[in-house]
């Protein structure tokens, strides 16, 4: 059975920094793409940044991009979001999901149930 | 790809059949569009992938049709289950992008 175990939110100031990280189980890690889907509170979901299953593929939303760093450990079956110089609209459940395939990734067959970051001063 | 749902809510009895729509700004490559169903606290679930393939596990009620701009999820024979928020995805840009969402509420 697949698992997705989000972990590292939690309330962070403006400008600040956080690690969020999604230990993965239940399947062959590095081969599968997998990605961060964030829900600020009430509202929908924002895809945030891919990654392939290698690791040699990135994107990034135009929201997020030169402020958060996705990366992988194959070899720890677990998948970052590194998330720097945070603003209050960055404050969101971010869910790690998986992609059906070892490529970029398309669309999302498993989810994590998500880690809450709070920006606030 | 902006994604836009339509309606926003949907309200509906059992048994009936629901009908969502989602509009691409531009034609979806290779109608790479998915579709998720969220219930509240819940992880969204994949429903449809491709346009029209159903993900594991989902019942034939759920089916999905479109191409390069309109998209479209059907659910026949509502039950009161089926009440959530429901997302388009598309796939066929390198940024991936979601719709707002439609409520569905099953009265």
């Known amino acids: 059975e697949v698992q997705l175990l989000d972990s590292g939110g939690g309330l962070v100031q403006p400008g600040g920094s956080l690690r969020l990280s999604c230990a993965a189980s239940g399947f062959t890690f590095i081969n599968y793409g997998m990605s961060w889907v964030r829900q600020a509170p009430g509202k929908g979901l924002e895809w945030v940044s891919g990654i392939s299953g290698s690791g040699g593929m990135t994107y990034y939303a135009d929201s997020v991009k030169g402020r958060f760093t996705v990366s992988r450990d194959n070899s720890k079956n677990t998948l970052y979001l590194q998330v720097n110089s945070l603003r209050a609209e960055d404050t969101a459940l971010y869910y790690c999901a998986k992609s059906p395939d070892s490529g970029y990734p398309q669309f999302f067959d498993s989810w994590g149930q998500g880690t809450l970051v709070t920006v606030s001063s | 790809i902006v994604l836009t749902q339509s309606p926003g809510t949907l309200s509906l009895s059992p048994g009936e059949r629901a009908t969502l729509s989602c509009r691409a700004s531009?034609?979806?490559?290779?109608?790479?569009l998915a579709w998720y169903q969220q219930k509240p606290g819940q992880a969204p679930r994949l429903l449809i992938y491709g346009t029209s393939g159903r993900a594991n596990g989902i019942p034939d009620r759920f089916s999905g049709s479109g191409s390069g701009t309109d998209f479209t999820l059907t659910i026949s024979r509502l039950e009161p289950e089926d009440s959530a928020v429901y997302y388009c995805q598309q796939y066929g840009s390198s940024l991936r992008t979601f719709g707002q969402g439609t409520k569905l509420e099953i009265k």
């Open positions: 531009q034609s979806v490559p290779n109608t790479y």
